[in-house]
């Protein structure tokens, strides 16, 4: 898995991506929010589809879980 900080320069790292403060995490986001960290640095969150959220949770299940009504 990746640290908070490898997290961050991965998200950084693609063109247009600024970060913000949201709520309790920063979000990464080009015009819209596509992933967030929270502030402990231990869990984040990706905006995928539908589909991309299913094949990762199944094949990577230590890594991806769904997020209720996400």
Known sequence: ???AEEFTEIAMSLA???AAPHMDRTAFKVKRIYAT???D???ANLKLL???QEV????HAAGFKPVNGG
């Open 1 to 3: 898995m990746a640290t």
């Open 16 to 18: 247009g991506t600024e």
């Open 37 to 39: 960290l929270h502030s």
């Open 41 to 43: 640095g231990l869990t």
């Open 50 to 52: 539908p589909d991309e």
């Open 56 to 59: 990762k949770c199944l094949t």
